[in-house]
């Protein structure tokens, strides 16, 4: 003779369904946070970078007659594209050149997007937009 099952075997209880739903979901705000957090501050990091690279060109034909040395905005733009061109995370980018005590600075904003892996499958966006931004001066003899 048989034994007829008797009681839960072999079935999942309604309590271990729900609460592996919220343990996953709570894995995934915490992978999905820090792999935001990461390219955040991997934005931060390439604006810096950006701004150093375009920092570094300065109007050749002004320092060599011995005028001051100032920014070649136009050279300063190329160059920070050309650094940038590199990275296939980076979407898009703004320099500008503001002016803070007298000094022209170069100000380098970079937006990167971050796919998320987990939140992404539970209906959450699959991307988020990230920015950072840095700000360079040149340093130069002054009289």
Do not use: C, W
Request: charged share 25%; no cysteine; proline share 3%.
């Amino acid at each position: 003779m048989t034994a007829r099952p008797t009681g839960d075997e072999g079935r999942i209880s309604l309590f271990l369904a729900v609460t592996m739903i919220g343990v996953l979901a709570i894995i995934g705000v915490a992978y999905d946070g820090a792999g935001q957090l990461r390219t955040l501050q991997r934005a931060d990091d390439l604006a810096a970078e950006a701004a150093r690279s375009g920092g570094q060109v300065i109007d050749r034909a002004a320092a060599i007659e011995g005028r001051p040395k100032v920014i070649d905005e136009p050279g300063a733009r190329a160059a920070v594209t050309q650094y940038l061109r590199g990275n296939s995370d980076v979407t898009g980018q703004q320099v500008s050149f503001p002016v803070v005590a007298g000094e022209k600075q170069k100000r380098v904003r970079v937006t990167v997007v971050y796919r998320r892996h987990m939140l992404g499958l539970i209906g959450m966006d699959r991307t988020v937009t990230v920015s950072g931004e840095a700000t360079a001066r040149s340093l130069t003899d002054r009289p």
